[in-house]
């Protein structure tokens, strides 16, 4: 039997016959083998050429697939995209692994630390537990951990330019959208923060107001000036979805899907996609009302369906 790690203030736990972690420990062996194998000498010259650069973009359209198969409530789709979204980690760590920075055990081992370390209330420290009575006081305790952390690794990140933020954890290389939540809601913590919605509300019609301004100040647009204000003016409505306690992400891939179901209903009664261009502006909102009136809900977004007021996305709506 392997050596069962003992955690930090913990007892070893023994894995018992049908645990999850001993049905799962062959597998995941074997997937690390064969990732090893494809990027070693003789093997796949495609995942031998790969790079950290190269494989980024697929992890993000592989997290996409994630999301896409709980909204469908596909289980047979969702565990293969979880597998395909394990491989980038397992691609990840190989790649760091043959470049002398850490391996998949390293991965693994950070994650079990990590997850015992912010937990107090389930892992005594110093034989006391935390309270944590609810969730809210599980974040504020999680939060005030991670700052803890962020502290003790200061000295590490010498190379950095600038005064360190409370927002640099918050990467810039993740979708927009996510990341002007995450920034909203950071700064929240310390009170920078409209009080409710009525504030921002109000700041949607100013921005609305700035970007009509800008968009007619010249008979050249100032490109810069109005992506500048457009910009703005998303950033407030993604700072409005979370006072509405709405996740934008969501809100707006809801509409997306909408939006493909009542565009498909117009293809259907046009007689297909290239025979929209034959109609006019008139012909084309018609077919937008009916498909509006119709029932929109086809079979590969049946779990999407959302209330009208969840997100309004579309021409009409």
Not at 47 to 65: A, G, N, P, V
Not at 215 to 238: N, P
């Amino acid at each position: 039997m392997a050596e069962v790690e003992t955690l930090p203030h913990q007892h070893p736990v023994e894995p018992r016959p049908g645990d999850a972690q001993a049905k799962a420990a062959a597998p995941l062996a074997e997937a690390i083998s064969i990732m090893a194998r494809l990027r070693g000498p003789g093997g796949c010259p495609w995942d031998r050429e790969q790079t950290f650069d190269s494989i980024k973009r697929h992890t993000l359209e592989e997290t996409y697939e994630v999301f896409d198969a709980i909204e469908r409530r596909s289980w047979p789709d969702l565990k293969d995209e979880l597998g395909d979204l394990l491989l980038q980690v397992l691609f990840y760590a190989q790649m760091a692994s043959e470049g002398g920075h850490f391996d998949i055990a390293d991965v693994a081992a950070g994650l079990n630390a990590k997850l015992v370390r912010r937990h107090p209330h389930i892992f005594p420290v110093g034989g006391q537990l935390a309270q944590a009575t609810d969730a809210d006081a599980v974040l504020r305790n999680w939060e005030q951990i991670k700052r803890a952390e962020k502290r003790e690794a200061a000295p590490a990140r010498q190379h950095e330019t600038g005064p360190a933020s409370g927002l640099d954890d918050i990467p810039r290389s993740m979708p927009a959208v996510v990341e002007a939540a995450k920034l909203g809601s950071r700064a929240a913590k310390v009170g920078f923060d409209w009080p409710d919605s009525d504030g921002l509300f109000a700041k949607l019609h100013e921005e609305i107001g700035e970007l009509r301004v800008e968009v007619a100040k010249t008979d050249t647009l100032d490109r810069d000036g109005v992506e500048e204000e457009l910009g703005d003016l998303l950033f407030t409505g993604i700072n409005l979805a979370r006072h509405l306690k709405v996740d934008p992400e969501f809100a707006l891939r809801s509409a997306n899907a909408k939006f493909r179901r009542r565009f498909r209903v117009m293809e259907t009664r046009a007689g297909g996609f290239e025979a929209l261009s034959s109609f006019g502006p008139e012909e084309l909102e018609a077919l937008w009302s009916q498909a509006k009136r119709e029932n929109d809900t086809g079979p590969e977004d049946l779990a999407a369906s959302e209330p009208e007021s969840a997100a309004q996305g579309g021409q009409g709506t």
